[in-house]
């Protein structure tokens, strides 16, 4: 097997360590515990600056992990924070104006980033150009084996099918939250100003073929202003697959961060499937390449590690997996469920409604569990009812989701983990999916149902049954045109037929045609997308349609209803 080792930022830091450690060992105690303190040093300051990205203070996060740098050995968690604060500050920067400052951190990142730019490049090592095996499409040989010469996409290749984040509002708003951090973001017409710019250089960087820096310029577009790299993912994810490829190749004895690069491909084959082909290949050779001990499972195993971190002084713990940060003081294996739950109902409601394993979040969901309902309440102001709810921030102008919340309360554990989080994960899910439009209650509402279990959805179904005889039911017109929950007298009712609708058409044509019907519906209106996706004329005929199969299954003639 070749020799495999880290890039030499990290292999620097690798080195620190391996030295501080011959030193504990040849020193007097006192120099032992001087290591110790820098230790302890380090991991606090890591602790400290994760706690200000949650509060999202990203000044605050990098002074703090900075301020020790000259006294401490560095690892590689310490340089992954790091590398997010820098990533956080410099949009900040940005977005107040203070361009000399951002370029300053600009560069630091540029080194975090690539590694090469801090140290000579180690000579590659049986380069992954050569176990390109035969049957590789020539597009993905190329891509390899002409590495520093390959085929570009162009700016005329079809775009992909993953759509960008856009526009979603919050929902669930339930009195003030004393979680929410302050939005800080600049105007709209600023932010598009400086993604523009960004964007710009990007462009240019791919031209040169400079494939590592478009990359982060890329990256940078895209935190300023989603929207300006609609038309340019597939080379955004060319790059991204480059710079898996340039990792590969320069990693020696030690390895690399083989999940990291993992994710990195995932990410790229989902922004261009046309890629996935050679996403698939290159994964195979992360896999081939990296030590037995550092394999994992599965991809899904991986999905759903959880890691695990010091609480604040408040008390709250924290346990992160790759898309959600759990807070919470509630036992390891609960916690560790929540996780899991939340990750896996991620991923299967992006395959259920859009066909694909979803686009990568550009920030973490946090989880809240609070310990009991009282708790929640005094959290939250919700409703000593109210079994959780999401909270979901966008920007408008932007066309993206800013951040993504879920409180839950403990209560009842088993409740929390088969439907109260699975229907809130939904919901998160759906948010900034559907073009400049937030998702329609009705919708998002009978979407989130349908991934609780059937027994907790039958309830819906005899709510149905009574708004039914108590003429309650709305129409379908009247409830796709809702703008918001109704009164509270009718909120039995719109749930149960919300989900009883969704359901309905759901299982005309299957759940990614309804996605698609419904952000047709939500940019030019419901009738010309039914009449495109499901062959309704007009709101009467699938009125016509769905009320025959409303007394059929309130008859008990046809199967069940969605609910909660």
């Known amino acids: 097997m070749p020799r495999i080792g880290p890039p030499a930022l ?54 703090v992990l900075e301020a020790p740098l000259k006294r401490v050995n560095v690892n590689r968690k310490y340089l992954n924070v790091l590398r997010e604060a820098y990533r956080a500050y410099i949009l900040e920067l940005r ?53 520093y010469n390959p085929v570009m996409p162009g700016s005329g290749t079809s775009q992909p099918a993953t759509p960008a984040p856009e526009t979603t509002t919050a929902r669930g708003k339930i009195g003030e939250d004393p979680f929410d951090p302050s939005n800080r973001l600049a105007g709209p017409a600023e932010r598009t100003r400086l993604a523009q710019n960004l964007l710009n250089q990007a462009e240019t960087e791919f031209e040169r073929k400079r494939w590592i820096e478009a990359r982060l310029l890329y990256e940078q577009a895209n935190r300023t202003d989603a929207q300006v790299n609609k038309d340019c993912r597939e080379r955004w994810a060319y790059c991204k697959l480059q710079y898996v490829v340039n990792q590969v190749n320069q990693a020696g004895q030690a390895g690399c961060a083989w999940p990291e690069l993992e994710r990195e491909v995932h990410d790229a084959v989902a922004m261009a499937p046309g890629l996935s082909k050679t996403g698939k290949w290159l994964l195979g050779e992360i896999d081939s390449r990296r030590p037995a001990a550092a394999k994992v499972p599965t991809a899904a195993a991986l999905a759903v590690a959880v890691e695990h971190r010091e609480g604040n002084a408040q008390g709250w713990q924290v346990a992160e997996t790759r898309y959600f940060r759990i807070l919470h003081k509630q036992p390891r294996d609960l916690v560790e469920k929540v996780a899991r739950v939340a990750e896996q109902t991620r991923l299967e409601m992006y395959r259920k409604w859009f066909g694909s394993e979803g686009e990568a979040w550009q920030s973490k969901c946090d989880v809240f569990l609070h310990a009991t309902t009282q708790d929640y309440h005094q959290a939250t102001g919700a409703a000593l009812n109210s079994p959780g709810h999401s909270r979901i921030e966008t920007d408008p102008s932007a066309k993206r989701v800013v951040s993504r919340r879920i409180h839950l309360h403990c209560d009842n554990t088993q409740a929390l983990l088969v439907a109260v989080l699975p229907h809130e994960t939904t919901h998160v899910v759906l948010a900034g999916e559907f073009g400049g439009h937030a998702v329609p209650r009705w919708a998002d509402e009978g979407m989130a149902v349908l991934a609780e279990p059937a027994e907790k959805r039958a309830m819906h179904q005899r709510n149905l049954g009574r708004a039914s005889q108590e003429k309650e039911l709305f129409t379908v017109r009247q409830l796709m045109e809702l703008q918001d929950y109704p009164h509270a007298r009718k909120i039995s009712a719109f749930y149960a037929q919300s989900v009883s609708l969704v359901e309905f058409l759901t299982k005309q044509k299957g759940p990614v045609t309804f996605a698609r019907f419904l952000r047709d519906g939500l940019r030019e209106g419901y009738e010309p997308a039914l009449r495109r996706h499901y062959s309704y004329r007009d709101y009467g005929e699938l009125q016509t349609s769905w009320n025959q199969q409303l007394v059929a299954e309130l008859d008990g003639v046809a199967g069940t209803y969605a609910g909660r």
């Open 10 to 63: 990290l292999c620097a830091a690798v080195l620190l360590c391996s030295r501080s450690g011959l030193r504990a060992q040849a020193t007097p105690p006192k120099d032992a515990d001087v290591t110790i303190e820098n230790c302890l040093i380090a991991q606090m300051a890591v602790q400290q600056a994760e706690f200000y990205l949650i509060e999202r203070k990203p000044g605050k996060a990098v002074e």
């Open 95 to 147: 977005a107040t104006n203070q361009k000399p400052l951002a370029e300053t951190y600009e560069n630091r990142l540029r080194i975090l980033e690539n590694p090469g730019l801090a140290a000579p490049q180690p000579q590659p090592v049986a380069p992954i150009t050569a176990a390109i095996p035969a049957n590789v499409p020539p597009a993905t040989a190329a891509l390899a084996s002409n590495l």
